[in-house]
Every structure is written in structure tokens, then in C-alpha cells.
């Protein structure tokens, strides 16, 4: 059945290496997102991209890169650059078509601990 | 800055009870408001939502409130069940954005 699917679900990272969290939807969603969620933070947007070959940076991009080949692919790598990548990842996907008003729907995240 | 605002951090109600959990915003160009909830290491799934030219929607024992002039929403939760306790994140977005806003979330116990 359709849905949003993100891996590893527990990364551990050494500090200096970059690392790079998958995730796929098979909704046929254009719009795709990805967020940090910290304690006492709620969720905040990363990068997020309305369609394939484009993105563009969140509230909190630096240290982060990401690329969209693929409809369904939105992969997000944590380079050396993040000072604090310790965090809950999540991913999301909506209809997108340039408008926000409609629901987005979310995988069931990726939690990236530094050793 | 916070454009979405949910100041109470927790929220324990009586099983049985009615759960309202609230949500300020502060940009007045918002016009979609959502009721995400969360389970702990589960991303968030859609509630609710309402458009701004609605002043309440509902769906089942979800009933969510929208006072455009006070730039305030709520959500009723009734009655409330134990499967109820998770944290809940209030989002907006504006006309043709492409991105929502997500408040920093509400957790809520409810209590046998």
C-alpha cells in the first residue's frame, strides 16, 4: 500500500563523516519536505522540493544537502558542516502543485545520534 | 519568530473528558490550518484541518475551532480515549506558499 518510507531508522554517525538518510514515497506526490524534529522544537523544514530537479532551502538548510532525480526519491545528507545533526529526521510528502493547502504526509522518521 | 504558537507545553484531561488543545498564529496571511498527532518515535499523521473561511470543521470526535479576528484555533478532542495520548502540532500556511508552519506541539495524557 502507498506511503512514505524512510531508512535507516537509527543512524549513528562519527563526527567528520557525512551521512545520508533515504527516503521514497509511492504516493506520485510532487512535493517533498524534510524536517528536524528536537525536543521542545517541534518540526522545522530543512529543505523541500515541489518538483523533480528543484528544491529549495528551509529554515535551517546549512550543513544539510539534498537532491530530487527522482519523483519518488528525496534523499537528505548530513555533512560534517552540521555542528548538531543529533536529532529525529522526518520526511513528508504532499500533492504539491504550487499550494500548500493540503495535507502532508510523513514517514516514521530516521533518529541520527553522533559517537 | 514564532508565526504559530502553542504555549501550553502539556495537557492532562480525564478520560471521558472533552481535551481542547490551542493554537495562536500571528501572520495574518494565513488562510489553511492543520491538527497533526504524534506518537513517540512515529512521524505525525494528519488530523484535521479547516480553511479560513470556516469557522469550524469536524470529523468524527474532532472538531476544530477558527476565530479569524482573535487569529486563534482549537481542537476538541470528545470524548477523549486513552489512544488520545501523543503530542499535537498545530500547522498553518498562506495562500500560495508552499510550505507549512508547524507549532511547537502539545503533548496530551489522558488519564484513566
Known amino acids: 500500500d502507498g506511503g512514505i518510507t524512510q531508512s535507516p531508522k537509527y543512524l549513528f554517525r562519527k563526527e567528520g563523516q557525512n551521512v545520508t538518510l533515504s527516503c521514497e514515497q509511492n504516493?506520485?506526490?510532487?512535493?517533498m519536505y524534510w524536517y528536524r524534529q528536537d525536543p521542545g522544537q517541534g518540526l522545522r523544514l530543512i529543505y523541500y522540493s515541489q518538483i523533480v530537479n528543484d528544491f529549495q532551502k528551509g529554515d535551517i538548510a546549512e550543513g544539510y544537502s539534498v537532491s530530487r532525480e527522482k519523483k519518488e526519491s528525496f534523499p537528505l545528507t548530513v555533512t560534517s558542516a552540521q555542528k548538531n545533526p543529533t536529532a529525529f529526521y522526518l520526511c513528508?510528502?504532499?500533492?504539491?502543485?504550487?499550494?500548500?493547502?493540503?495535507?502532508?504526509?510523513f514517514g516514521d522518521g530516521t533518529r541520527l545520534s553522533i559517537l | 519568530d514564532q508565526q504559530v504558537k502553542q504555549n501550553s507545553p502539556s495537557l492532562s484531561v480525564q478520560e471521558g473528558r472533552i481535551s481542547i488543545l490551542n493554537c495562536d498564529y500571528t501572520n495574518s496571511m494565513f488562510d489553511y490550518f492543520l491538527w497533526y498527532k504524534k506518537y513517540p518515535a512515529e512521524g505525525p499523521t494528519f488530523l484535521i484541518s479547516?480553511?479560513?473561511?470556516?469557522d469550524k470543521n469536524e470529523d468524527g470526535r474532532f472538531t476544530v475551532f477558527l476565530n479569524k479576528s482573535a487569529k486563534h484555533l482549537s481542537l476538541h478532542i470528545v470524548p477523549s480515549q486513552p489512544g488520545d495520548s501523543a503530542v499535537y502540532f498545530c500547522?498553518?500556511?498562506?495562500?500560495?506558499?508552499?510550505?507549512?508552519?508547524f507549532g511547537k506541539g502539545t503533548r496530551l495524557h489522558i488519564l484513566p
Open positions: 500547522a498553518a500556511s498562506g495562500v500560495r506558499d508552499d510550505k507549512i508552519i
Open positions: 479547516i480553511s479560513s473561511i470556516k
Open positions: 504516493l506520485n506526490h510532487d512535493a
Open positions: 513528508a510528502s504532499s500533492m504539491g502543485g504550487g499550494y500548500s493547502n493540503q495535507p502532508q504526509h
